[in-house]
Nanobody, 115 residues
Framework: QVQLVESGGGSVQAGGSLRLSCAAS????????MGWFRQAPGKGREEVAT???????SYTDSAKGRFTISKDSAKITLYLQMSSLKPEDTAMYYC?????????WGQGTQVTVSS
């Protein structure tokens, strides 16, 4: 059974940094995509950054230049280095693992940025 566990969230002041991690278990293949999504109170879930099995990365416009997605393929662990955080980055951050037509989600980790 595939499971994802996020960690690294917390409360920081604007301009600060956080590093999120997502550890996947229950899958040992090499073909997958992973990504970070977030959901702020009262809003829908939005994509933040993704990385595929070839290492191709994509970012939403608000994350470009501030966030960096990376992965440890051997451990199937995903990271999101977030810098220059803004209050509007406040949200629950979720990790997603895509295996073909199936998607698995973590339970989320809260990021709160104060001004």
């Amino acid at each position: 059974q595939v499971q994802l566990v996020e960690s690294g969230g917390g409360s920081v002041q604007a301009g600060g940094s956080l590093r999120l991690s997502c550890a996947a278990s229950g899958y040992t293949g090499r073909t997958y995509s992973m990504g970070w999504f977030r959901q702020a109170p009262g809003k829908g879930r939005e994509e933040v950054a993704t990385i595929d099995s070839d290492g191709m990365k994509s970012y939403t416009d608000s994350a470009k230049g501030r966030f960096t997605i990376s992965k440890d393929s051997a451990k199937i662990t995903l990271y999101l280095q977030m810098s220059s955080l803004k209050p509007e980055d406040t949200a629950m951050y979720y990790c997603r693992l895509g295996l073909g037509r199936y998607a698995y989600w973590g339970q989320g980790t809260q990021v709160t940025v104060s001004s």
